[in-house]
């Protein structure tokens, strides 16, 4: 099951699982200051305010930095070791900010015996929590039952469904097949359909239906499925399904109307303006930041190529609408990398990167120069990745639907970038842009944060590199 938070769908296991975590740190942090005064009475402040601020402010720095780490991904594949390390790190980021907070507001220090007992304590209890929890929620229990109404062709991507991710919310009753309908679906899925669908779903105990006829004209069994409406059980449409449950926009079973009357696609002014405040903010600061590292990574492609030899790599991309504009990176190939003229993808270990190369673009210092795309406004730090126009003309008349991406600038991270390895194939693109239609369906100014919030994950993970 999956609730809405901010316009975008997120599965309720995860939104139970963080506010758990949230008191648990709370918790954590009252009971070291406890074991820290020896459970003296007299040498702990009980003020109300100054406890709800500081387990407040603890609770808060540990969220962020979760999601920073994917530990509320709904992608995260990660075993117990891989999720022992993020909560390490979460915790350890988390009492950091925790600090430095603490020097803004003295009145509410901790003290740094406290803070550390009261990270081994969320250490230990989030770990357990986590694991336990985990496995609790993939039980069958806690997710919604599903019959798909249609066993033809448009329902065959409901079976292809095999990620976890993708089942977390849902377990799949069966199909259930319309006269005349030809069968494309597993056919020991199949329910008998001599029924009345309502009582087909009691029988099944049914929360959902989802509606994946091929052919819908005449024959869409209005009656019924408003019988079963009325009685509490859900009635969706395919495309709304898969897009809930994968978080992407599915083209092949994607029609025109879904785009024009569906909701969302909102670009309002609030949006326009809210999106380039952000980005002039934080790419000021970003710029600021990382000025020493720029500058150390010039130096080091100068020490490697010669001092003759270019420090940037400038390309022309499809931004906004279509403009052409001059994207900016530190130069991670060497000089003639495309000495023929032709356009080429990025391969993994491809020859023509340099030495330098290999680790600035592993952890995407490569991409620091975009900032300066994304001051001019010709980029945002959240969007669909820009093409080059070669790849952009061969992708729109091949791929459904891709000219739609540049109804919004492009970004240096994205919701494509999180979901989908590195792009390096016209099927990649495919894949890249049922990700991309979803943002920009249900993009807004949370949603961008949270983005690049978990883009730290894909930094510091070094995922999806080449």
């Known amino acids: 099951m999956r609730v809405q938070l901010f316009g975008h769908p997120v599965p309720r296991s995860i939104v139970v699982l963080a506010m758990l975590e949230a008191v648990t740190v709370f918790g ?4 070291a200051r406890v074991l820290r005064f020896h459970f003296n009475p007299h040498a702990i402040d009980y003020d109300i305010g100054s406890i709800w601020a500081r387990g407040m402010l603890l609770a808060s720095a540990t969220f962020v930095c979760a999601m920073a780490f994917g530990l509320y991904s709904g992608r995260q594949r990660a075993r117990t070791v891989g999720i022992l390390v993020r909560v390490v790190a979460s915790v350890g980021a988390a009492i950091a900010i925790t600090v430095m907070g603490l020097y803004f507001i003295p009145n509410l220090w901790i003290g740094r015996p406290v803070l550390a007992i009261a990270g081994v304590l969320v250490i230990a209890v989030l770990l357990v929590l986590r694991l336990g929890f985990l496995r609790l929620v993939d039980e069958s229990s806690f997710k919604r039952r599903v019959l798909v109404y249609g066993a033809g062709r448009r329902a065959l ?8 991710s993708d089942l977390r919310g849902f377990v799949l009753v069966g199909f259930v097949q319309r006269p005349d309908e030809e069968v494309a679906v597993p056919a020991q ?3 008998h359909s001599g029924d009345r669908l309502l009582d087909l779903c009691e029988r099944h ?3 959902e239906i989802v509606v994946a006829m091929d052919e819908r004209r005449n024959s869409l069994p209005i009656r019924e499925l408003l019988d079963c409406r009325l009685a509490g059980i859900d009635v969706t449409e395919l495309v709304a399904f898969l897009e809930r449950e994968t978080a992407r926009v599915r083209i092949d079973v994607l029609n025109p109307s879904w785009l024009i009357f569906g909701k969302g696609f909102r670009r309002g002014s609030f949006r326009l303006q809210s999106a380039r405040t952000l980005d002039l903010l934080l790419a000021s600061a970003l710029f600021v930041l990382t000025c020493p590292v720029m500058l150390v990574t010039a130096l080091a492609i100068k020490l490697e190529d010669g001092w003759r030899s270019p420090l940037f790599y400038s390309q022309e991309r499809v931004g906004f609408a279509g403009r052409i504009f001059k994207l900016l990176k530190f130069r991670s ?4 990398a495309e000495a023929a003229g032709q356009a080429l993808w990025a391969q993994k270990n491809d ?4 030495r330098v190369g290999s680790v600035i673009r592993k952890l995407r210092i ?4 975009q900032i300066l795309n994304v001051l001019k406004g010709e980029m945002g730090l959240v969007g669909p990745r820009p093409e080059r126009p070669q790849f952009v003309e061969k992708l729109t008349e091949k791929i459904p639907y891709y000219v739609e991406r540049l109804s919004v600038k492009p970004g240096i991270t994205g919701w494509a970038q999180l979901c989908y390895p590195y792009g390096a194939s016209e099927h990649d ?4 842009l049922q990700y991309d239609l979803y943002y920009i369906k249900n993009g807004n100014l949370l949603f961008d944060i949270a983005i690049l919030v978990q883009t730290a994950e894909v930094v510091l993970m070094g995922k999806g590199a080449r």
Request: charged letters at 40%.
């Open 28 to 31: 954590a942090l009252m009971a």
């Open 157 to 164: 991507p409901v079976t292809g469904l095999r990620r976890r």
């Open 189 to 191: 899925r199949l329910l």
């Open 205 to 207: 105990e049914v929360d």
């Open 333 to 336: 190939m060497r000089v003639d």
């Open 351 to 354: 020859s023509r990167v340099t």
């Open 366 to 369: 490569d991409e620091l120069p």
């Open 429 to 432: 693109a495919l894949e890249k």
